[in-house]
């Protein structure tokens, strides 16, 4: 066992893009922790798509042995987090592993949304806040200004910060003889039952559900039982070990250290992120505090475009579930689009995630229809629903009236533009809250949001709005009563329940109306006429038509244009695939996400 | 593989004076006096010497120079041309033997020279009668010029042939409907008629993402159709085919062949060449195979192109198919309950929308033996 005086346990926090993961590389190198002809980029990111698109979507947890300027050998575990908002839960757990943060701030775009948003988690988690200015080496590395932003909008004394550049290497010593020095020792009682805060857990199909942990109280060893207090699980402890980064076994995880522990459970869902281990016997019943349920914020329904791979989708869905408890599903059933799932998210990002792996994991091709939150529908005879699916909304006479989530919303801007915030923010029934100036240079503007209009490509909006300068943050504010309608699309007089949506009530007859020509654009002429409609209840809002193919006919056809002919009569075959025969009418996958895209 | 013989070939000849704005053809805008053509005409010859000496010409019966321009090349290089092809098939009246040419490199002497070497069918790019759209189009001649290059050629040639372009933007329904009316005030044997499809790689392509150029409209496109459809058969001509239309005996036996499932040889950059047997066809062009199929995919195939025609497809041909399709009486049977196609005189034929729509019906046909692309 290591003296806890010997331990440090420290997260990387950061905006997105800020450099965390090319420092956590540094660290490992730099340690000798990993041999650099062994080093790939972004180590620590182990799926492909947190390395493609340079987000980390699950949590790591890495230990080096660090020899400080002081001769003395210190065990340092970094706990490396998600770096998105929809992970916020996931990246407070972790932070609550931890004694200390650095805080990454890229030199060039200073503090932005989430550098705040994390900054203050890792502040309300108590920690010990270690200022880093990134990326130096860039020419338009502006330090000065950086540090002035850290003081102004975080409150924290830069005067220390680290200058550094995960790139080159500088400064992520003196990154390291911070962290010893200012980042206090774990506390803890060697001696008292154990107690144990799980950060992570994923399911290997070898060893059953693993778990990162951080050990509060006490010890555990191989062979020990212990219990999961949220879930009332109980295992056999198999294995506890460090990663560095491979995961190596150790005779026990004692108090104030950081590793993995196997359970040999089947279940991820009975190893919650948040939850407190303890002994099966003897253990304590007072959980750690900041254990909280995952819930799906976010709502889609996946179809695949071939009937035939329901069965597949049922299976992947099942092995994605496996590693993601926030991952939930229920079959669904569409007139138009056949047998599906209803999937919810923790939110866009995660949404974005999960399809990508479907298609690219596991070969399927889907159909996402619009993304939509759950709504609760307070009926006149006293029963509440929750709606996941616009398809389930009960008729207008037997709603008395209807909640959606609302969201507080946390924008960081130059002051330039406050003006086109305000507009879009509003128009999305955002209700202004408050605003400060963090410096000259950045203000803060905190709104009230309906969940449903961030979900509409809201934050593209903002980003275009503001020449891409505005940052994003939110957290869930409870849900609040709006007078929302449930809009169909009818195509050849048919409603298409895979086409309706919900919608404020004021704002139907605009919706309806653009996404009626949205629809014309993108449905493909067919050999008939094909009229849209937009509609509540039985009242057509709007109206467009289709109209009916006159010509599909190449006129060349000589010698050499007969073997292109064939090509493009096969690109179109492959064309007609990617669309979903409704009744007769072709549709192109966009046709479902166009709402999204809807602009008044 | 042993194959049957060709009865068809065709030389390309990829040289113009300028390249129109729509053109994707292969061919290259080049000083009429330039070396590399002598050159390419030369391997040309040689090409043709070579399978005539492997007795692959021995059963040719229609011969097509196309290009490109091949009446930019000038006089002397296409007498050695000529010369070379009546030394190696059989080039008599019977044959027919077209050669394309734009109507600014059209002259009195060229056209003697060419009938007298044996060139017997005349296909004119007009393309319009309306000198705004010839600009509109970077054509290299005027309306008047066209005019007189098919008067010149009725000199000797009573099988002429032009090609109007259809469904241009900025083309009104009247300036189309004109240049049809002057072609036949003209008295020319065959009209291709095509509405023009704007390919990548084109100036109009260009012209077109920059916002400078309107796309096709294919109801102005239908429209046009059967502004022409209706005209020419006014006036006599059949349409034998999608985009042809001849006064009876004046269908063009050589393209004929390409939608009919005859061996075709062709020669020069891009030229494509069909060859087959019983049991397999395969498609050649610029030394790569472009299509590769099976006995199943070879009656798909022919039954497509049949479709292109009003001839149809006849019954016997369908007969014969089915034993390798086996849906094809079930597809045919949709297809005429849905208005594609109708059957007549112991034949399968197309039906005005199965002209227009001709995609969604060629599609349904190939996709009986689908191929691995």
């Given amino acids: 066992m290591t003296d806890p005086t010997h331990i440090r346990n420290f997260s990387i926090i950061a905006h997105i893009d800020h450099g965390k993961s090319t420092l956590s590389d540094r660290v490992l190198e730099m340690t000798g922790t990993v041999a650099s002809r062994d080093m790939q980029e972004q180590l620590l990111d182990s799926m492909d798509i947190e390395r493609e698109r340079g987000i980390t979507i699950k949590s790591q947890a890495v230990r080096v042995e660090y020899t400080a300027d002081d001769g003395e050998v210190y065990q340092l575990n970094l706990i490396d987090t998600p770096g998105h908002v929809d992970f916020t839960y996931e990246v407070s757990r972790s932070l609550a592993a931890c004694e200390g943060a650095v805080l990454v701030v890229d030199a060039t775009q200073g503090v932005e949304a989430q550098t705040v948003a994390n900054a203050m988690l890792a502040m309300n988690a108590n920690l010990e806040i270690i200022p880093l200015i990134n990326k130096i080496d860039l020419p338009a590395a502006e330090p000065d200004c950086v540090r002035a932003e850290i003081e102004d909008g975080l409150a924290l004394p830069a005067d220390d910060a680290v200058l550094a550049s995960g790139k080159t290497g500088v400064g992520v010593h003196d990154m390291l003889e911070a962290v010893v020095y200012n980042i206090p020792a774990p506390q803890g009682d060697a001696d008292a039952p154990l107690r144990a805060l799980i950060f992570d857990s994923y399911f290997d199909a070898y060893r059953g559900v693993v778990a990162l942990v951080r050990v509060v109280d006490g010890s555990m060893k191989k062979g020990d039982k212990i219990r999961m207090l949220a879930t009332n699980a109980e295992a056999l402890v198999e294995e506890v070990g460090a990663r560095r980064p491979a995961e190596t076994p150790l005779p026990s995880l004692s108090v104030g250290e950081v590793g993995y522990l196997v359970t040999g459970l089947k279940d991820v869902s009975q190893v919650k992120v948040g939850d407190t281990i303890t002994s099966a016997v003897g253990g304590v019943n007072e959980p750690l505090p900041g254990y909280r349920e995952v819930k799906p914020m976010v709502f889609t329904g996946l179809f695949p475009i071939d009937g035939d791979q329901y069965e597949p989708l049922k299976e992947a869905l099942e092995k994605l579930s496996l590693n993601d408890p926030a991952l939930i599903w229920e079959p669904e059933t569409s007139h138009a689009l056949g047998f599906g799932f209803r999937v919810g998210f923790l939110g866009l990002l995660h949404m974005e995630v999960i399809k990508e792996r479907l298609e690219r994991e596991f070969g399927l091709d889907l159909l996402a229809t619009a993304p939509s939150v759950e709504y609760h529908i307070y009926k006149t005879n006293g029963e509440m629903i929750s709606l996941h699916s616009p398809q389930e909304m009960p008729d207008p006479g037997e709603i008395e009236r209807v909640e959606e989530p609302y969201l507080k919303a946390k924008i960081l801007i130059p002051p330039d533009y406050v003006g086109a915030v305000m507009d879009l923010t509003v128009q999305r029934r955002g209700t202004f809250v408050t605003m400060n100036y963090l410096s000259p240079t950045t203000v803060e503007m905190l709104w009230e949001i309906p969940l449903s209009e961030l979900i509409m490509d809201y934050f593209d909006k903002l980003k275009s709005n503001t020449k891409g300068y505005a940052s994003l943050d939110y957290e869930f504010d409870g849900y609040k009563p709006s007078k929302l309608v449930k809009l169909d699309i009818l195509l050849s007089g048919k409603p298409i329940d895979a086409l309706s949506f919900i919608v404020h009530r004021d704002k139907a007859y605009d919706r309806g109306r653009v996404l009626c020509d949205k629809l014309k654009e993108i449905i493909p002429r067919q050999m008939f006429e094909v009229p849209i409609q937009a509609a509540i209840g039985g009242r057509v809002l709007a109206r467009q038509t289709v109209k009916a193919k006159r010509k599909d006919v190449l006129a060349k056809c000589y010698g050499g244009d007969i073997s292109r002919k064939r090509k493009l009569l096969e690109k179109q075959k492959a064309g007609k695939k990617r669309m979903k025969s409704i009744g007769n009418v072709e549709v192109p996958q966009e046709a479902f996400m166009a709402i999204l895209k809807v602009d008044e | ?373």
């Fill in chain 2, 1 to 373: 593989m042993p194959h049957e013989p060709y009865r068809a070939l065709y030389l390309h000849i990829p040289f113009c004076v300028k390249r129109c704005n729509y053109c994707d053809f292969a061919t290259q805008a080049i000083e009429a006096d330039s070396p590399v053509i002598d050159e390419y005409i030369e391997q040309l010859v040689l090409q043709i010497r070579q399978k005539a000496k492997e007795g692959e010409l021995g059963h040719i019966e229609t011969i097509y120079l196309g290009g490109g321009t091949p009446s930019y090349i000038g006089l002397s290089r296409l007498s050695m041309l000529l010369y070379t092809l009546s030394l190696s098939l059989r080039l008599e009246p019977d044959v027919e033997c077209s050669m394309e040419a734009n109507p600014e490199s059209v002259n009195e002497h060229l056209i003697r020279d060419i009938w007298a070497l044996g060139v017997n069918r005349l296909s004119l790019g007009v393309q319009s009668f309306d000198d705004d759209i010839l600009a509109l189009l970077g054509r290299a001649h005027s309306a008047q010029d066209a005019e007189r290059a098919i008067i010149c050629a009725q000199e000797r040639f009573d099988n002429i042939s032009i090609d109007l372009m259809a469904g241009i933007p900025g083309q009104s329904d009247e300036s189309f409907k004109s240049s049809v009316e002057r072609a036949l005030d003209l008295g020319v044997s065959h009209i291709s008629i095509y509405p023009l499809t704007i390919e990548q790689n084109t100036p109009f392509y260009q012209q077109l993402i920059r916002g400078k150029l309107a796309d096709t409209d294919d109801d102005v496109q239908a429209h046009h159709m059967q502004i022409a459809e209706r005209l020419l058969q006014e006036h006599g001509f059949e349409r034998y085919e999608v985009a042809s239309y001849a006064k009876p005996g004046y269908a063009c036996k050589h393209n004929c062949a390409y939608w009919t499932g005859v061996p075709y040889l062709g020669l020069g950059v891009s030229a494509a060449t069909m060859t087959q047997n019983d049991s397999r066809r395969m498609r050649i062009q610029d030394g790569q195979v472009t299509d590769d199929l099976n006995r199943a995919q070879m009656f798909a195939e022919d039954i497509m192109l049949g479709m292109r025609m009003s001839a149809g497809v006849s019954d016997g041909l369908v007969e014969q198919a089915a034993r390798e399709l086996p849906k094809l009486t079930e597809t045919l049977t949709s297809l005429v309950r849905r208005g594609f196609i109708e059957h007549s005189n112991s034949a399968w034929k197309p039906t005005e929308m199965g002209w227009l729509c001709g995609n969604e019906l060629y599609g349904e046909i190939l996709d009986l033996a689908p191929g691995d692309f």
